[in-house]
Structures are given as C-alpha cells and as structure tokens.
C-alpha cells in the first residue's frame, strides 16, 4: 500500500479507537450532573451512591479517552503536513480554542470534582461535575466545527495556494459542523443510556441492590429513549444537507446509479462498482430515495455516473456501513421505548428476558457510532477538504511507506494493549456494587 493509503488507515485507527470512549465522556458526564443535582436537592443518599458509582466508571472512560486523543495532533504534522500548511489557519483555529478553552476548563473541574468530595459544599461539588459535563460537550463540538468545515467548507480566500480565513463567523455557524455537534451528541446520550441500562440489567440478574439499579435504569431509558429519537430526527437533518452538499456521498450510501426522477429506494441492493450498477436490487419503494434524500416524491436525485470516477468515493463500504448504522438505530430506538414502558410499568428485576435483551445490547451503540464515522469519512472521499483539496494531496512528501507502516503497527498494538485495560477496568468496577465504591 502507499503513503496515502496507509496514512489514512492510521487515522482511522487511531480516530475510532478514540471516539470508543468520546461517546460516553459526552453523554454519561451529563447523567452524573443530574444525579447529584438530584442529590443536592432532595437529600437522597441513593443519588449520591449512584453518583459515585457511575462516577468511577466515568474516570476509567475519561482518562483513556484523554490519552487516546493527544495523538490525533501529532498525526496532523506528522502524515498530513500538506494539508496543514493548506489549511492550518482555518482549521487550527476552533482546535486552539479546544485545547486552550474546553480542555483545560474540563480538566480543572474534573479535578475538582475527583478530590473535592466533603471539601467543598454540595452545591460547588455539583457545579464542578456540570462544568466538566458542559466542557466535554463544548471539546466535542469544537472539534466537530474544524471537521465540519472540511465537509462543508466557507468563509475563506485561496491565497498563494493556502485556504485563508476571511469570515469566522462562516466557520462558527457552519451548519454541518452544528448537525454533526448534535447528532453526536444524540449519539453519546443513547451509548451512554445502554452503557447504564446494559450495567444495572447485569446487578438486576443476580439480585444486588435492586432499588439502586432500578433506578439507574429508569434514568438511563429516559435518556435513551429522548437521545435515539432526536438521533433520528438529526440524522434526517444531515441527511438532507449532504443531498445538496456532497451529492456523491448521497449516491453511495444508497449505491444509486442512474440519475432520474422519483427515484426509489432500494431495501436490499449489494453494489456493482466495476459495472456502474447494482448486481441486486429488492423490494423497490417507489420515489422512496427522493422522499428520503429531498421530503418531495418527484425530485430528481443524481446517480454515481453522472461524476467522474476519481470523484466517487468507494461505494461498497459506505453503502454498507450507512444500511447497518440506520438499521442498528431503528433497533436502538425500538429497545429505548422497550426499556423505558417496561421500567415504569413491571418490576425490572421480575423480568430476565427483559434484563438479558440490554445487558447483550451494550455493544450495538458503540457499533453504529463507528459506522456512522465510516459513513462520513469514507464516504466524503477522495476529498480531504471536500471540492477543494483531494485527499492524496494532502499527505506528508517527507514520509515513506515504511515509517507510516512501523507507526501503524506501534499504535494498534499499543491501542490493543489500552483497548485490554479498559475492558478489564470497566469490568472490575461496574461488578462492584455501591456500596463496595463508596467505601
């Protein structure tokens, strides 16, 4: 494989393995805060038990997050130093703001909180976990802003070959950059809820305090009900932004070819790429894809031939990771409503069936935010910085595919290595009960 090749199955490496523990930094952070609100304002020492105890998972997620992230920089400089001489100025800009803002506000208060328990009062204690809470979300989007303006680039000059910034404001109120803040945002919330769900289900089976998984479960189906609806709703959002912004990328999540009107859409299909069309195509909805990509039956959506063949992205595995990644919402979706009717009617730990469904449900989450990342980035190829910069040039001259292969090697067994030590942390504590952490 060449430099560009294996530079990008670094990145990819490295940028999933991360965005394992981004989700529920996001989403969990927000359910501590309301836990020991609640805490605070009612005095219920259970609260303060849950609060604890998820608290300690939340510490395991966020340090290897942390260490996981800080290579993403150096891979910039590193593999891709083209593309930040060419746009370093734009996109160097929200990511400063991260670093320098976000991240040190996140870290400061997560300190706090940590060695602050019976030092400050309850009410700067529950400040501080809300602040990290606000500063984990605030990192995530800013980050998104940088990767949003790839997407959907604006507000610059092209001067001496290099992307200038002429309207900040452009770069800040980048809608894709906002749909993609909120729809991972959904996204953390709904992996967090099944995180919570999944944990309480395993201390249910076995009969350990009920009471307090019971209502760490109830909390969590609130969430994920709310967080894989909106998910749903944002992602219909982002779905009609792509249709008029990257109109290839639509064409390959649904491997449609041949540019019509009323197009339909396609439940089973498997892509042709070689023969420019579909080797397979069942169960036909008529004008469904324009319904879908434009919410009007007679639009005409454009097919893969209509562009070149060096400005398609790979069919294959943006359509299939797109078809998993809805359907896998649609199940999470279904199984939020599920948790959240049976946890208010019917007493959890009487149904095992029920508890065994989410306790083997935990994966599915992490599953479909991978291929949602999948979907946006492979499937925006063969641009870096889409319709302007392609991605191959974009790459490092300076590196050889040795020295990106011996880096490659180093980072997955590296991240193995953590990816062993995360499970078997989270593991050890989440067996623990409450009252065996707050001791």
Known sequence: MDVVTLSRLQFAVTAMFHFIFVPLTMGLSLLLA??????????????????????????????????????????????????????????????AIEAAGAFFLESTFIGLWVFGWNKVSKKTHALAIWLVAGASNLSAFLILL???????????????????????????????????????????????????????????????????????????????????????????????????TQPTKLAALESHWETRRAAPF????WPDSRGEKNAFEWLRIPSGLSLMAY?????????????????????????????????????????SFLGWLRSRRDRLDARPALLKLFLYAIPLPYIAVQLGWIVAEVGRQPWLVFGVLKT??????????????????????LYGLLAVVDVYLLARFARKGPAEVSR
């Open 34 to 95: 309301y836990w020991e609100t609640r805490y605070v304002r009612t005095g219920d020492e259970t609260y303060l038990r849950m609060t604890k105890f998820w608290g300690n998972l939340f510490l395991i997620n966020f340090a290897l997050g942390v260490v996981t992230g800080i290579t993403k920089e150096f891979e910039f400089g590193m593999n891709w130093a083209r593309y930040s001489r060419f746009a370093g100025d734009i996109f160097g800009a929200p990511l």
């Open 295 to 335: 919410h009007r039956a007679d639009a005409e959506v454009k097919g893969l031939r209509d562009f070149p063949r060096d400005e398609r992205p790979p069919v294959l595995p943006t359509f299939l990771s797109f078809r998993f990644m809805v359907g896998l919402g649609l199940i999470l979706v279904l199984l």
């Open 392 to 413: 191959a040039d974009g790459v490092s001259n300076s590196i050889t595919p040795g020295m990106v292969t011996t880096a490659l090697a180093g980072f997955t067994v």
């Open 146 to 244: 940088a990767n949003g303006w790839m997407q959907k680039p604006g507000g610059y000059i092209l001067r001496n070959g290099r992307a200038e910034l002429t309207d900040f404001g452009a770069l800040v109120f980048n809608r894709y950059g906002w749909l993609s803040f909120f729809h991972a945002l959904f996204a953390g919330c709904t992996l967090s809820a099944f995180f919570v769900m999944g944990v309480s289900a395993y201390h249910l089976l076995r009969k350990k305090n009920p009471d307090f998984f019971t209502r760490s479960f109830r909390t969590a189906a609130g969430l994920g009900l709310a967080g894989s609806f909106l998910l749903v709703v944002s992602g219909d959002q982002q779905g009609l932004l792509v249709t008029r």
């Open 266 to 269: 396609s439940l089973f299909a």
